[in-house]
């Protein structure tokens, strides 16, 4: 199903979110009060997009 090739990790605050690679478009990964959370960025897999990915992430 996934492909997870290449992954990132940032924390926020408190919060540790992974950037996945799945069939070549980025994905976010996070657990929350025990609960695992996934969200489609649905941007191609490039240095410069997991940057934009991670700081997409920061400002929930």
């Keep these: 199903m ?3 090739s290449k992954s990132g990790s940032t924390k926020s605050g408190r919060k540790l979110v992974k950037v996945e690679n799945d ?3 980025l994905r976010l990964r996070w657990n929350y009060e ?3 959370y996934a969200m489609a960025v649905g ?3 490039t240095a410069v997009n ?3 990915a991670k700081r997409l992430f920061e400002k929930f």
Aim: glycine share 14%.
């Design 43 to 45: 941007l191609p897999d």
């Design 23 to 25: 069939d070549g478009r």
């Design 34 to 36: 025990g609960k695992r």
């Design 2 to 4: 996934a492909s997870t």
């Design 50 to 52: 997991r940057t934009f």
